[in-house]
C-alpha cells in the first residue's frame, strides 16, 4: 500500500461527479506563501508562535536557534486568537518590533506565525539544539534498501537543516558518548547486523566469489557499543531506536517485548502497508500530530510494555488498522503500543515501532521523529 495522501496526512476527497468550475491552468509550482497574524507587527510585544502541525517548522526552529533567538513550546493549548492551537506551539521571543527573520521564515517556509502581546498562560518550556548522533552502519542488505535507512535519516535531517553527526562502530565501542551528544539515534536495521556488522558466516558471503571486507569494516558495535549506549542514556542522553533496531532494548534490559517475535506469517505478515494509529498529542512526542494518523507499516514491531514511567505515545487502532494494502492477522496489531518512550537512568530510550520517516515520504509521521529529537 502505497496510498500518497495517507502517507503525507492529506485529506483526499473523492470527485465522483462533473465539476464545472471556473477554471485556470496552472503551469508553475504554486508556493505557498506564509502569514503573521494574531497580535500583529508592533503588538506582538511578547513573541510569536509558530504552529506545531507544519513541518516546516523544525525548519524555523533550527535556523532561529542558529541565530541566537530564545525558543520555547507551550504544553497546553494556545490561544492565538481564531481559536486555540494544539500543544507543542513553538513561541519565538520578540527581540525588537516586527522581527524580520520571523517574517522571513513565514514567507519562505508557508507558516502561519502568531503575534503574541503577552506571555502566553501555561507552562512553556525552553527548546535548545541538541547535539544529534546517528549511527552509521558498514553492513548493508544486497537484497534490498532497509538498511538504507542510515541514508535516509540524514537526507530527512539534511532536507530540514538538522546538524548531525555519524557514529561509526569504533566510535560507538569507544564509549563516552554521553560528552559528545544529547541525541543519539540507531536507524532501522536487524540487530544482528548492529552488534556483529561483516562477519564470516553471513548471508551476502555465502558465495564462493564474495570475501569479508578489510577488517576496518567487519564486526558492529558489539557488546562494548551496547554498553556505551546504556551509559549514554543512563547519565541523561536520549536513544531513538527505529522500527527493526527497537530489539535493541531487549539487549539494555528494558522491560517490553515485540508482540509479533516469533509469529509464523501464516499467523501474521505485514511486508508494506498503510495502518491507522492513535496519537497523543498532548504529550510532547506526540505534538502537532492528529489524534488519528497513517503509519507506514514493513514487517514492523508491536508493543507490550510492563516498565514504571514507561508511557506509550501512539498505539495501532483497537478497530480498522488496516488502511491500504494487504495483511494477514492484523489482529494481533489492534491495541498495541506503536511508540513507546521509557526512562532509563536520567535519561530516556525512544521506541519509533515504525519508521515515521521510511524511504522519506511519509511526510504525515515525520513529526514522531523531530519531537523525539527535542
Known amino acids: 500500500g502505497w496510498t500518497l495522501s495517507y502517507q503525507m496526512g492529506v485529506d483526499a476527497v473523492p470527485v465522483e461527479t462533473a465539476v464545472t468550475a471556473q477554471l485556470v491552468r496552472v503551469d508553475t509550482f504554486p508556493h505557498a506563501t506564509g502569514m503573521i497574524g494574531g497580535a500583529g507587527g508592533g503588538a506582538a510585544r511578547y513573541g510569536y508562535a509558530l504552529d506545531p502541525r507544519i513541518n516546516n517548522t523544525v525548519v524555523a526552529i533550527e535556523r532561529l536557534l542558529a541565530q541566537g ?118 536507524p532501522d536495521q536487524a540487530v544482528g547486523d548492529i552488534i556483529g556488522g561483516y562477519r564470516a558466516g553471513r548471508r551476502q558471503f555465502e558465495h564462493p566469489h564474495q570475501a569479508l571486507p578489510p577488517p576496518e569494516y567487519q ?45 509464523k506469517r501464516e499467523e501474521f505478515f505485514g511486508p508494506g502497508s498503510i495502518v491507522q494509529v492513535a496519537v497523543d498529542s498532548t504529550y510532547q512526542l506526540g505534538y502537532g500530530m492528529p489524534a488519528r494518523a497513517a503509519a507506514y507499516f514493513r514487517k514492523s514491531r508491536a508493543f507490550e510494555v510492563a516498565a514504571p514511567g514507561a508511557r506509550t505515545v501512539v498505539r495501532y487502532t483497537d478497530q480498522n488498522v488496516l488502511m491500504s494494502g494487504w495483511m494477514v492477522g492484523e489482529a494481533h496489531l489492534a491495541g498495541k503500543a506503536a511508540v513507546v518512550e521509557m526512562p532509563l537512568g536520567r535519561g530516556r530510550v525512544v521506541l519509533l515501532g515504525f519508521s515515521p520517516y521510511f524511504r522519506a515520504q511519509p511526510h504525515g509521521t515525520f513529526k514522531l521523529l523531530f519531537n523525539a529529537l527535542y
Open 69 to 186: 533567538h530564545r525558543l520555547e513550546r507551550a504544553t497546553a493549548p494556545l490561544d492565538v486568537g481564531g481559536g486555540p492551537w494544539p500543544p507543542g506551539s513553538v513561541v519565538v521571543r520578540n527581540r525588537s518590533g516586527l522581527d524580520p527573520t520571523v517574517r522571513a521564515l513565514a514567507a519562505e517556509l508557508g507558516l502561519d506565525v502568531r503575534g503574541l502581546a503577552v506571555r502566553p498562560g501555561g507552562e512553556l518550556r525552553e527548546i535548545r539544539r541538541p547535539r544529534i548522533g546517528i549511527y552509521q552502519t558498514y553492513a548493508t542488505e544486497w537484497v534490498d534498501d532497509w538498511t538504507a535507512g542510515e541514508g535516509w535519516t540524514r537526507f530527512v535531517f539534511d532536507q530540514h537543516g538538522i546538524p548531525h553527526d555519524a557514529i561509526v562502530n569504533s566510535g560507538m565501542r569507544a564509549g563516552n558518548l554521553r560528552a559528545r551528544f544529547d541525541v543519539v539515534l540507531v
Open 219 to 263: 564486526g558492529g558495535i558489539g557488546a562494548e557499543g551496547v554498553a556505551a549506549l546504556k551509559a549514554f542514556v543512563e547519565q541523561g542522553g536520549t536513544l531513538i531506536l527505529v522500527d527493526r533496531a527497537c530489539d535493541l532494548s531487549e539487549q539494555l534490559g528494558l522491560p517490553v517485548r515485540n508482540v509479533l517475535a516469533g509469529l
